[in-house]
């Protein structure tokens, strides 16, 4: 099935999990090393997807909250490609956008209500995304 104005990438199993999120709530867009299965209660698997598309799909319909709204695992040196990628994918100012360290991270990412798994084969490909309020 289609709808007229969103994205292909959005299920409609990843469009309900979305859509009963909460404002502050997150949503992992991890890369495919990433742990989802353990940490995540509903994971939705998107194999042979790149991470930052996945992002910028979900940032169609998905309203980031202004103070944080979305949070990158740190590769800790140069940023890695993927990092970048999602810099670009994230419709956010820059001062919006923080990073933390693997641990960190993982940590954070437990609290996500859904993670995302791409097929993204580039470290560092994992990106929090924080609801906000529709305006």
Excluded: W
Excluded at 26 to 31: F, Y
């Amino acid at each position: 099935m289609v709808l007229a104005g969103i994205h292909p990438l959005l299920t409609g199993t990843l469009l309900h999990h979305l859509d009963a999120m909460g404002h502050g709530d997150c949503v992992l867009v991890s890369d495919a090393h990433f742990p989802a299965e353990r940490l995540a209660q509903v994971v939705v698997d998107m194999p042979g997807v790149d991470a930052d598309v996945i992002a910028g799909a979900i940032c169609t319909v998905l309203p980031l909250d202004t103070l944080t709204a979305a949070v990158l695992m740190d590769p800790e040196g140069a940023e890695a490609p993927a990092v970048a990628a999602l810099r670009r994918a994230c419709p956010a100012p820059t001062d919006a956008i923080g990073m933390l360290p693997r641990q960190a991270f993982y940590d954070t990412a437990r609290r996500a209500r859904v993670a995302v798994r791409s097929g993204d084969r580039r470290t560092f490909g994992n990106v929090l995304l924080f609801k906000g309020v529709v305006a």
